[in-house]
């Protein structure tokens, strides 16, 4: 990997700081690694009519593909009530089917950042018997 788990860690970190989050004060920033080595950065942004509101992964995601970038190495995650991190803030179910449509589920790394670190996983453990892109594409 061209940047370590603990630099990604502190770009999730100064993502979370830009959540735009009136309505659950929920702060949550993720930084996503592409293969081609850059970053991309993302927060969660909520919205009054609430079912538009986007979680951090999938801004960064979102960021991602429209740049052209569609192969991943790893994404940090962190988030907390108030802006402070206890306990990891981990993806939400619609954010893991989003990461199954462009990541491996055995080499894709999370690292979920809690107060004492991170974890680390695969998205296989953190989506198991998921639903891949190659069983729609008959692979
Ligand atoms: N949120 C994320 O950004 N990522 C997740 O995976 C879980 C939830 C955000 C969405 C919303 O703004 C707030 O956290 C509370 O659900």
Partial sequence: MMI???????QAK?????????????????????????????CNIENASFSPTIC???T?????????EKEFVAIAIVGGKHGEVKDVFAPCGVCRQV???FCDPD??????????GYDTHTLGEL???G????SVKGE
Avoid: I, W
């Fill in 4 to 10: 370590t788990p603990e630099q990604l860690v502190a």
């Fill in 14 to 42: 100064e993502a979370m700081l830009r959540a735009y989050a009136p309505y659950s004060d929920c702060f949550v920033g993720a930084a996503l690694l592409g293969k081609s080595g850059k970053v991309y950065m993302g």
């Fill in 56 to 58: 951090a992964e999938r």
């Fill in 60 to 68: 960064a995601f979102s960021k991602a593909v429209s740049e052209g």
């Fill in 99 to 101: 990461m199954a449509e």
């Fill in 107 to 116: 080499t894709f790394l999370l690292y979920l950042v809690h107060e004492n």
């Fill in 127 to 129: 989506l198991p018997c």
């Fill in 131 to 134: 639903f891949y892109p190659k």
